[in-house]
């Protein structure tokens, strides 16, 4: 497992060494998402025994750092919005048992410079605390998959990239919000598989998207959910080609989460995909059904099978259901990702080699 990277910056901003009032500089911490629900299949309690491995983490100041509460500093150390407020069997939540190992009284209040002690779990990647122009990195590889996190500020905003390399299976995820909003996300490795967990939200958490992105030996999952208070009513379009994207506008219309989602394809392959539309074209036969809209949608399902065929399920605020299909992988397209993945291999034992 890789470490995480952070460039043209340190990796935590310290908060400078100051007197603090803790009942008016504490820094709230943000209400649970709406798509964390009591008794996940991932929850975890850490009461008797925290983790093989933990991190001291420094309290940054209230929205001048990511780690600047104890939902943030526990989605930066690889945990699930599951894991983080799912129950253990004493009635306690992970806020809850970290914080009483840490002496706090209450997990809502910490002061900025304090070092808290926190189980370590993935690798992570967070646009808060980046200038513009720096980039953040994490990225878990199994030697069979991989999946790389790239947090990003510019002068458009912040932006999350999750590239996944699982042969036919590979996609990318890309989230991006306005530059007051912000992006946490980590990334682990369970068994065979690479899950990444993401949160973005707009500047004032009106809207919240949560996406979580397996990658395992039959393919890869994304599932994308309008998590926000607001009533479901993000917006999902799916292209003919099976892109995906997601708009979920918040309060205000401008200031949304965005969420895409596409292919992850290097050169050869991308010729070869080229060279089967053509022959698409030429036949009359489509690469999948013909494009779709949904409004109102509160989630969105994508699964990329090592063929490269994708089936994309979306769910309506009224529960109903609206399916897109996108057929297999051509001959051309296969041999083109056979041909980039030799040559990755080829990379690599070079640059083994020399070191």
Known sequence: MSVAIQTGGPSIQPTPNRSVDTQSKAAPAPAPAAGAPAGSADKVNLSTNASQSSSNVKVDSWKKGKNDCLEHILLNQGYSMNEIYGKGPDGKNMLQTVASQNGLKDPNLLRPGQTLNIPKKGEAASTEGLKKGEKAEAKVDTGERSTKLTAARTEDGKSMTTEVNNGGG??????EVSDKGRIDANVRQ??????????????????????????????????????????????????????????????KGSDGVRTEVGNNQG?????????DNVGRWVTGERRGDEAVQVDNASGVNVQRRQDGSQTT??????????????????????????????????????SGWFN
């Open 313 to 350: 399920t979306i769910t309506g605020a009224n529960g109903e259901k609206t399916v897109h299909n996108r057929g297999a992988d051509g001959m051309l397209q296969q041999g083109g990702r056979f041909v980039d993945e030799q040559a990755s291999r080829l990379g690599n034992w070079v």
């Open 170 to 175: 590979s996609l990318e995820v890309k989230s």
């Open 267 to 275: 050169l050869a392959e991308r010729v070869g995909e080229w060279g």
């Open 190 to 251: 369970q068994g065979e598989n690479v899950v990444t967990q993401e949160v973005a939200k707009n500047a004032t958490g009106s809207a919240i998207t949560q996406t979580t992105t397996k990658a395992g030996p039959e393919g890869t999952t994304v599932n994308i959910r309008d998590t926000d208070k607001t009533a479901a009513n993000s917006t999902v379009h799916v292209d003919e080609q099976g892109g995906v994207v997601v708009n979920n506008p918040g309060a």
